[in-house]
């Protein structure tokens, strides 16, 4: 059974490229959500997508923007990168946007450097 | 603001000791709380939840404590290993205006480090 694949595993850009990263959800899930994860400290929210729309967002700009597509994969958008966005970004499967649990399945992240 | 975070940043101890990871939030109407491990180089994973209708909670080697009185919880880890050894986070779904489980809001992390 696959859990959730990301990829590209790491990454370069410089300051204001766009970079797409992608996702596999863990077989039997429909919900991806998305998390950037500074260098020590917590994973923070950026969107949650389910039945191919955007359901939740984080506090994140507009640069960020995301799809899922109908076999629940999905992407991450990020444009005109900032030093700022150099970070571990996480994607994260459920089943039905995650109703009844906090039971994630993180993938092992794709590592983005701005320079 | 309101927060979900951890007491202390790190934490060692030897093999074998019992571990116990602190957190403290704020919301008030917060009622589920989760615990997530992550090793180094690799994506969190789920440890064990609890709902506040309950003030404690077993999994397998770990029990974690609900103080609502005080918004604490803790994680406690029995007999700890060496493959223990990771960031512990506790998340919050409901804190942020999540509207559902996938939107976590996670604290720093206290980093376990257990030592053979």
């Known amino acids: 059974d696959a859990g959730v694949t990301q990829s590209p595993t790491h990454l370069i850009k410089t300051r204001g490229q766009q970079v797409t990263l992608r996702c596999s959800p863990k077989?039997?899930?429909?919900?991806v959500s998305w998390y950037q994860q500074a260098l020590g400290q917590g994973p923070q929210f950026i969107f949650q997508?389910?039945?191919?729309?955007?359901?939740q967002r984080g506090n994140f700009p507009d640069r960020f923007s995301g799809h899922q597509f109908p076999n629940y994969s999905s992407e991450l958008n990020v444009n005109a990168l900032l030093l700022g966005d150099s970070a571990l970004y996480l994607c994260a499967s459920s089943f039905r946007a995650g109703g009844g649990t906090g039971e994630l399945f993180f993938g092992e992240g794709s590592r983005l450097t701005v320079l | 603001g309101e927060s979900v975070g951890l007491h202390l940043p790190t934490l060692s101890v030897q093999e074998g000791d019992n571990s116990i990871i602190n957190c403290a939030y704020s919301n008030s109407a917060s009622d589920y709380f989760i615990w997530y491990k992550q090793e180094s180089g690799k994506g969190p994973q789920f440890i064990i939840d609890?709902?506040?209708?309950?003030d404690k909670r077993q999994g397998q080697r770990v029990t974690v404590l609900l103080n609502k009185t005080v918004k604490h919880l803790s994680l406690q880890i029995a007999a700890t290993q060496p493959g223990d050894s990771a960031v512990y986070f506790c998340?919050?779904?409901?804190?942020?205006?999540?509207?559902?489980?996938?939107?976590?809001?996670f604290g720093q992390g206290t980093i376990l480090t257990v030592h053979p």
């Open positions: 998340a919050d779904p409901l804190l942020g205006g999540g509207t559902s489980y996938g939107k976590l809001t």
């Open positions: 609890i709902r506040s209708n309950m």
């Open positions: 997508y389910y039945e191919e729309e955007e359901r």
């Open positions: 077989s039997g899930h429909d919900t």
